[in-house]
């Protein structure tokens, strides 16, 4: 069984458009967390929420839009992509300490 | 602002040891530091985790000297199989709490060579 899994694995779009990830644990955590890792490797958190309610939201255009709707779910939006948002999103969750990443989503913004 | 630094990249070949270390000056009291392995294509992966002093598992040791300004993740023995990219994390990570602040560092590209 999958633990954190992501859809899709890769989107190829175009600018302007808009998009979401779906994240989602089976693993009964109450933590979940977006990030983005750029071609650098540069691991970036984005959001995390702690059942269902945001507890981390660095620095991020407010075209990123996270929703939590239950626990094992955290889906990530992005309005009006750009360029810069090429780049690979990884969702992981937690309960204590450990974290769990699914296997990320390669995006692409053409 | 916390802040964790570690090499950019190192070296090595098939049984070495290898150390990897990384700076956490402003480390909080309730920060833990934690250190993950990524390979290409996939998520990152929990490797260990400690607060002070010492902790050994079945893949590694972390090492934590008493003022915590740094750690060292020391991995037996590599084999070709733990080229990887390693990364420290830092932070109150048992405590899901309001505007938990984790600082992740940039990342030690480890290549292991025959």
């Known amino acids: 069984d999958t633990a954190v899994s992501q859809t899709p694995k890769y989107l190829v779009t175009q600018m302007g458009n808009d998009k979401s990830i779906k994240c989602e644990q089976n693993l009964g955590h109450d933590t979940m967390y977006w990030y983005k890792q750029d071609s650098k490797k540069f691991l970036k958190i984005m959001f995390s929420?702690?059942?269902?309610?945001?507890?981390i939201n660095e620095t991020v255009p407010n075209r990123f839009s996270p929703k939590s709707p239950d626990k094992a779910h955290l889906n990530l939006h992005i309005n009006s992509l750009e360029l810069g948002d090429s780049a690979v999103y990884f969702c992981a969750s937690s309960q204590v300490g450990t974290q769990y990443f699914g296997p990320g989503t390669r995006l692409t913004v053409l | 602002l916390a802040k964790t630094t570690q090499p950019i990249s190192m070296d090595s070949y098939e049984g070495q040891e290898v150390n990897i270390t990384c700076s956490h000056n402003n480390i909080a009291t309730n920060d833990y530091i934690t250190w993950y392995q990524q390979f290409p294509s996939q998520g990152p992966r929990f490797i260990i985790q400690g607060y002070k002093t010492k902790v050994t598992n079945e893949v590694a040791s972390l090492f934590i000297p008493a003022d915590r300004k740094s750690s060292t993740l020391s991995l037996p023995r590599v084999s070709l199989s733990d080229t990887a990219v390693y990364y420290c994390?830092?932070?109150?990570?048992?405590?899901?709490?309001?505007?938990?602040?984790?600082?992740w560092g940039l990342g030690t590209s480890l290549a292991v060579n025959p």
């Open positions: 994390l830092v932070g109150d990570t048992l405590n899901a709490g309001n505007n938990r602040k984790l600082i």
């Open positions: 929420y702690n059942n269902k309610e945001l507890i």
